[in-house]
């Protein structure tokens, strides 16, 4: 694919890096040349200077060929502006911006351009360390309502189907650390011991769910 960042700080230079070599075309926009030195000395992609929301700059990173537009820089004007721009005029559908500020990033989010909120999303990997083990979400939509979460669980829990954890708490298992590694539970899926649950649910569940995990599990669900 190709793929056009804005802004060539160390985000956007790491994600150049990485979508290179994964194989993708890359262009990068930054309105400060100097910015490209960030670019490693084999970087196979185009540089533009200028900025994000000029049609004739995005024009000459190849956005009418671009199957993704990413805005990093460091300014939320400038990147929900040129993510608009990629998607209204140019017809780029997977569009993502990064924004500062959590409330326009709600507000961008509901009218459909996909954001990353830095300072949120930063706040909550802290909190995860610092906090009870399960007690701040991995992830939440941006209605609040629904959250993806790590939660511990009782002992006696080891070798009950995940199907079953998942019918006793109304949640949906949706994968296994096991060992370093990600596992999508299947139906003979059993939970074993050093297993990490990853479950999705309502937010306004996850005491529930919390404390009937913190527990063993009833006859039924053995």
């Known amino acids: 694919m190709h793929i056009v960042i804005m802004g060539c700080g160390r985000v956007g230079s790491t994600l150049a890096h990485i979508l ?6 890359v262009a990068i926009i930054d309105r400060d040349p100097q ?3 960030r670019l490693r000395a084999g970087f196979r992609g185009r540089r533009v200077t200028g900025v994000g929301f000029d049609r004739d700059v995005l024009g000459e990173a190849g956005i009418e060929s671009a199957a993704a537009f990413v805005a990093v820089s460091s300014g939320d004007n400038s990147n929900i502006i040129s993510a608009r721009v990629a998607r209204e005029m140019f017809g780029v559908e ?18 459909g351009i996909p954001t990353v909120a830095t300072v949120r999303w930063t706040a909550d990997q802290i909190l995860r360390r610092v906090l009870p083990e399960g007690a701040e979400p ?13 939660v511990p669980f009782h002992p006696g ?8 954890a998942e019918d006793a708490t109304g949640a949906r298992l949706a994968f296994i650390n096991r060992m370093g590694e990600a596992l999508v ?17 309502a937010e306004s569940d996850m005491d529930r769910i919390n404390k009937m995990l913190s527990g063993p599990p009833s006859d039924e669900e053995n």
């Open 20 to 25: 290179e070599d994964n194989g993708h075309s």
């Open 35 to 37: 910015a490209f030195r």
């Open 94 to 111: 997977n569009v993502v911006a990064r924004i500062y500020d959590p409330r326009r990033a709600e507000v961008y989010q509901r009218l």
């Open 138 to 150: 991995l992830w939440r939509d941006t209605t609040g309502t629904v959250v993806l979460a790590e």
């Open 157 to 164: 829990w080891i070798g009950v189907r995940a199907r079953s």
């Open 185 to 201: 539970p299947k139906d003979g899926t059993v939970i074993q011991e050093g297993d990490i649950l990853h479950l999705v649910a």
